[in-house]
């Protein structure tokens, strides 16, 4: 299996990037190739160490700009590292894609040049997110901000897949989030999409969830348009840290530390829990090739863990599934 890696998306590329995927080869013994500046990238693997001997380079002459329109990289930025890394793909010279770059951009060259699963009429992105019971996962979160009813009910049917092949959880209850749980209540996205759910065979529909009950894991797949999603994770990002530092605070001195002691073991669980770099990335669920998109600020922890989180992607067929069930 061959996970193709953009070496420069990402607060910390191509350091960062690097160093996840030796440990990734290391670790998950799969084959890797990086895109991006050749040059660049062997000069900081040799000043930091980092073997990229069983790593295969592809030189890219550019990398778009977090800020650039996102269809600049069909034309003006066609030889970034990001556009090279899904041509590849594409080419089926590799069988999944790992970037942490713009998520504009991820979306429209997954898209348009890896394409589509046919019949999905939009990819989402929908990462894996810490709930008081096991974890959830919440699609749109900013693919797209406008949606109809039958393109929530793909998410869901995608949604569902990936958590019962990925995340091993059997016959996944499925939500819209919604103001309030009766079928009655929402707009017209959610209304109509409401009826979809209820009369399909291929979820596990439960109704609607209200966002205060999503951390509880009182679903195992959330559905929303890209706006309302994006809102849930970046409250949740904001709450996890503001969490963080209220116990790092409360344990802070003497007596709080000689407390802290006392329950490390529980305070090292909740963080890891609560800790983007354990999940790894978020996958792109829609696209004809498996695409994961990694958090902009991803340490080497955290690309290494959105490698395995592609390889898996591959290994549990997700793709094929999609494409039979829609």
């Known amino acids: 299996m061959r996970i193709i890696v953009d070496g420069f998306g990402g607060d910390n590329a191509p350091l960062a990037t690097l160093q996840g995927c ?3 080869i290391n670790e998950y013994g799969v084959d890797i190739t990086v895109t991006g500046n050749e040059q660049v990238l ?16 592809v030189h890219a002459n550019s990398v778009i700009p977090v800020e650039a329109d996102p269809t600049t990289i069909l034309k003006e930025y066609k030889d970034s590292s990001m556009a090279v890394a899904f041509q590849l793909l594409a080419n089926g010279e590799g069988d999944a894609v790992v970037c942490a770059g713009s998520t504009g951009a991820i979306v429209v060259g997954a898209s348009l040049i890896v394409k589509r699963i046919k019949g999905i009429k939009r990819a989402a992105l929908a990462p894996i ?75 596990n529909f439960t109704g609607n969830i209200e966002p205060r009950y999503i951390p509880a894991g009182d679903a195992d797949v959330v559905i929303t348009d890209g706006f309302t999603g994006n809102v849930i994770l970046k409250l949740t990002e904001g709450l996890g840290k503001m969490f ?19 329950v490390l073991k529980k305070i090292k669980a909740f963080k890891n829990k609560m800790d983007y770099t354990e999940y790894g990335g978020a996958p792109l669920l829609g696209t004809a090739k498996p695409v994961i998109k990694a958090h902009g600020s991803s340490n080497a922890k955290a690309f290494k863990n959105a490698i395995r989180q592609a390889r898996d992607f591959v290994e549990k067929g997700v793709i094929d599934e999609i494409s039979s069930s829609i």
Do not use: H
């Not at 793909?154 to 079928?183: D, H, L, T």
């Not at 963080?244 to 002691?261: C, D, E, H, R, S």
């Open 22 to 24: 030796e440990l990734a």
């Open 42 to 57: 062997k000069k900081v693997a040799q000043e930091n160490n980092i073997d990229i001997s069983k790593m295969k380079i």
């Open 129 to 203: 997110m810490p709930a008081d019971k096991g974890c959830y996962i919440l699609m749109d979160v900013g693919a797209n901000v406008e949606c109809r009813p039958e393109m929530l009910l793909q998410f869901g049917v995608m949604g569902s897949i990936y958590m019962e092949k990925i995340m091993n959880v059997p016959n996944p209850r499925v939500a819209i989030v919604n103001i309030g749980s009766e079928e009655t209540k929402g707009r017209d996205l959610e209304l109509g999409a409401y009826k979809l759910f209820s009369d399909s065979k291929f979820i």
């Open 244 to 262: 963080a530092n209220n116990i790092k605070n409360i344990f802070g001195g003497f007596v709080g530390t000689m407390a802290g002691a006392m």
